[in-house]
């Protein structure tokens, strides 16, 4: 392991008879009381292949069920969070120095004995207001729906959100950007809650489970790895949330024989081969009227997707990206909430199909690569015959190709605009490109854990492919 990758992780060894295995530990919130992903370091020693491998799958096993959390940056970027023995603490780096912010006293509600066993937290932007999901329950692959609770970290008040809904049912709760309010979705409806007076304002009302506002059914989580359904606008005055409409889609009974001596059937609609599936629009709900304005995305709703939608940075403006049914051709559209008016601006076709941001970016769907002050944005396409990285003026007008050469992007680590550089996982091997001028190519690691612009950390193993870089 090289110096660099030693001072931003921890080095453990399973001392076995006369065989150590590195792994490495990441703070990832898989649980309360051990909130760390071991991830096993490759070695050269033949003989340890067949341990490598079972311990691998056992950690792939456990991914599946629970998949890791992001690290919680501070604002800085000098300092993550993490959750231990019930404190929120602070890991400075490079030295490490832990110091605890929030007390397990604090974090422990009237009445109980214990503090809340917290399954992920998030800070609001000015770092003053604390989120916490906790009681966590499992909607289709992930534990997706919760508890969420709310903590002034100046007063320490602590507060559950929600109050007068069911247990566990509240879903990607998350700050307003102006930090006065959370929203999240709840039996299919999205809420607003103002954490000054705890007034819960009611944005939906005609959510149920075959109505479904501000997440998704089960064909857009299988297809594209959408489950967060909804997006704060910059000026935190409305929401825009997808709405799947399943009311024509006829259930498929799933049975039970595990969680009772005696089973019984799971409804889940579920179009089979031949059958369209569920229709999906884009709202824009006004918290002060709470009234949807629909967005005029043209196209059969049953016969294309949109697994893409995120508000433009500093703008009234909404960015989608729609798939045909085949999802062999794309659309990226910029829409207009006031109106519901759409344009399109970048336009796509493949003989095979096109993939989604969910493929490389670890099964997250969320998101949009900006750059130069959001007049620009990084687009990932296979037009040429290879996944490359391209640079899409904001209204379309203007593409410039990023990366050059035989190879596929398999991932973006970071883009850094400060030093005009985009770090990427590639494979297969190439050689430099010397069309890329002044972007030296990174050697080859044997891991690298590379700081996303987002804030966040990610560890990749990469035995097969390069890390490299590129201007933007």
């Not at 607003?192 to 857009?220: C, H, M, P, S």
């Not at 909404?318 to 794309?330: D, E, G, T």
Request: a positive charge.
């Amino acid at each position: 392991m090289n110096n660099f990758y030693k001072s931003h992780a921890y080095t453990y060894y399973v001392q076995r008879r006369n065989f150590s295995l590195p792994f490495i530990r990441i703070p990832c919130g898989r649980s309360p009381r051990n909130p760390y992903f071991y991830i096993l370091s490759f070695t050269s020693n033949l003989d340890m292949q067949p341990i490598r491998y079972f311990l691998l799958l056992c950690a792939l096993a456990v991914s599946i069920v629970a998949p890791a959390q992001d690290v919680q940056w501070n604002k800085a970027g000098n300092a993550f969070y993490l959750e231990t023995d019930g404190n929120i603490a602070s890991i400075q780096l490079p030295g490490r120095q832990q110091t605890t912010i929030v007390p397990a006293a604090v974090l422990t509600p009237a009445g109980s004995k214990e503090p809340l066993a917290i399954r992920s937290f998030q800070f609001s932007e000015d770092e003053k207001q604390l989120l916490m999901y906790t009681n966590a329950k499992r909607v289709w692959r992930y534990d997706t729906r919760g508890d969420y609770w709310h903590l002034d970290v100046a007063t320490r008040k602590l507060r559950q959100l929600g109050k007068g809904l069911p247990a566990s049912s509240l879903m990607f709760a998350k700050f307003s950007p102006d930090g006065k309010r959370v929203a999240y979705v709840s039996q299919h409806n999205v809420y607003a809650e103002d954490l000054a007076t705890g007034k819960i304002d009611q944005l939906t009302k005609d959510g149920n489970r075959r109505l479904i506002n501000g997440t998704f059914d089960w064909v857009y989580e299988e297809e594209f790895g959408c489950r967060d359904g909804f997006r704060w606008s910059p000026d935190s005055k409305s929401i825009a949330y997808w709405q799947i409409d399943a009311r024509q889609i006829r259930d498929f009974l799933m049975i039970n024989n595990t969680d009772s001596i005696y089973s019984f059937t799971i409804p889940v609609e579920y179009p089979k081969v031949g059958e369209s599936p569920s229709p999906c629009k884009v709202g824009v709900v006004s918290l002060a009227t709470k009234k949807t304005t629909w967005m005029q995305v043209p196209g059969d709703s049953r016969q294309h997707y949109i697994p893409r939608m995120e508000w433009v940075p500093g703008k009234n403006e909404l960015i989608i990206q729609q798939l045909n049914r085949k999802q062999n051709a794309s659309k990226v559209m910029l829409l207009q909430p006031a109106t519901g008016a759409a344009k399109t601006i970048l336009s796509e076709t493949d003989e095979a199909w096109i993939d989604v941001k969910s493929y490389w970016d670890d099964g997250d769907i969320t998101g949009w690569d900006w750059l130069e002050k959001n007049k620009a944005f990084v687009w990932v396409s296979e037009k040429d015959g290879w996944r490359h990285l391209y640079k899409v003026s904001a209204d379309g007008s203007k593409e410039t190709l990023l990366t050059q050469g035989n190879f596929d992007v398999m991932r973006i680590s970071r883009i850094d605009e400060a030093s005009n550089r985009v770090y990427f996982l590639a494979s297969p091997r190439m050689p430099p490109n010397s069309t890329c001028t002044g972007c030296p190519w990174m050697a080859e690691p044997r891991a690298v854990v590379a700081r996303r612009a987002t804030g966040h950390a990610r560890v990749q193993h990469c035995p097969r492919r390069q890390i490299r870089a590129a201007c933007i």
